[in-house]
């Protein structure tokens, strides 16, 4: 099994400017008359913008880490029944937050509680839950935080209310929204991984099989949707992390660097030419039906942007460059929870934007600016231990 001894900057790094613009684009949402190229394409409609790539780059970054998680939990003498349980546990713990955010968007304004208390007692709820704890804290107070967490969290999902006032539903799994979403491709990604000891050839025909059904699915050659896989579009995207990982660690210790080059330089511009081959054939490009296309393009991306941060970073050492955005990449569970917290605490205290900040250039501004800000409060955070950790 593939071994990490060290923590990959380039990886960090990469993840932190991914989650930059991942709060960017969905703080966006909220802005008018922005460039169509930033935002997202329309549901049906076949293309893709900026915002149609964060997501599924954030999921080829998750499988870049597999490798490394893994690899670091073996070599402290893990036994598998322990790394088995961190993972079911790790997914678990993302698909209910997933689950409950998804639930959020069909809020009731009939429920008990109004949508932004709802919201800002979920997100205190998770930080209880999911909090990185210091060791030196006594068991009996971390159990009782824990257990605070998860009480709040049932008698929020008792009181939730969705539908409308006329035909109120309580929660169900519309879509495992994004946490959800990666979640699941966790479970499917690091359990091979595990199974397989990172044995190379198992991962490239696991990868095979899930962008051949994506692939089957979207061409209309077989009618199936399979449980937790689905179409294997995001287990696909983080799959190709775990390779392409595998492949980096595999030169980096050999110190050949000219030939992860070519080889990233030429898999990159390669998977992005086969999705536009594949485009007429299989939907279109579409991130809402997260077509073979879409897959390849974005993977494509992947490629070339790591390959991109292993040189600025991992050989030129810049990482200082991204200093000030480090917490995303550290701390990226806590980066994505805050923009909730913000919302939940803007709709209680009844604060709105002025309305110059809602619209182009202004909205734009107020969205990077917005992003950076909750980063700097990630990393504030982080430094007094208050950080999410599955």
Request: with cysteine.
């Amino acid at each position: 099994m593939h071994q990490a001894s060290k923590r990959l900057f380039s990886i960090d790094v990469f993840r932190a400017v991914n989650m930059f613009f991942m709060i960017f684009v969905n703080d966006l949402a909220g802005v008018r008359n922005v460039p169509g190229w930033i935002d997202h394409v329309k549901a049906n409609q076949d293309g893709m913008h900026f915002a149609d790539t964060i997501f599924p780059i954030f999921l080829f970054i998750a499988g870049l880490s597999i490798p490394w998680a893994i690899g670091r939990r073996i070599k402290r003498g893990d036994s598998f029944a322990a790394i088995a349980g961190h993972i079911l546990l790790r997914s678990l713990a993302l698909i209910v937050m997933g689950f409950f955010h998804v639930n959020m968007e069909n809020y009731n304004s009939a429920a008990l509680l109004p949508v932004g208390v709802w919201e800002l007692l979920l997100t205190l709820s998770f930080f209880l839950i999911w909090l990185d704890y210091p060791e030196t804290l006594a068991r009996a107070k971390k159990y009782m935080l824990v257990g605070a967490g998860v009480v709040t969290l049932i008698v929020l999902a008792i009181l939730f209310k969705g539908g409308t006032p006329a035909a109120p539903v309580g929660l169900k799994p519309h879509w495992w929204g994004i946490l959800g979403i990666i979640g699941w491709a966790y479970l499917v990604c690091a359990g091979v991984f595990l199974l397989a000891k990172g044995n190379m050839p198992v991962l490239l025909a696991t990868l095979a099989i899930l962008v051949g059904l994506n692939i089957c699915i979207h061409g209309s050659l077989v009618d199936i949707n399979p449980w937790v896989i689905k179409d294997g579009s995001s287990a696909s995207l983080m799959m190709f992390g775990v390779i392409f990982s595998l492949l980096y660690a595999k030169w980096a210790q050999a110190y050949n660097h000219k030939k992860l080059w070519a080889v990233f330089a030429f898999a990159g511009a390669a998977l992005i030419a086969l999705g536009f081959f594949v485009r007429p054939y299989t939907g279109g490009i579409s991130k809402i039906h997260s077509t073979p296309s879409w897959v390849f393009i974005c993977t494509g991306i992947g490629v070339l942007l790591l390959e991109l941060f292993i040189w600025l970073v991992d050989v030129k050492g810049k990482q200082d460059w991204f200093k000030l955005i480090k917490p995303a990449g550290t701390s990226t569970l806590t980066a994505y929870l805050l923009p909730y917290l913000m919302v939940a605490i803007f709709s209680i205290a009844h604060i709105r934007y002025p309305h110059f900040l809602n619209y182009g250039a202004d909205g734009i501004i107020r969205s990077f600016a917005i992003a950076f800000i909750l980063i700097v409060i990630t990393g504030l955070l982080e430094k007094r231990r208050l950080r999410l950790k599955v």
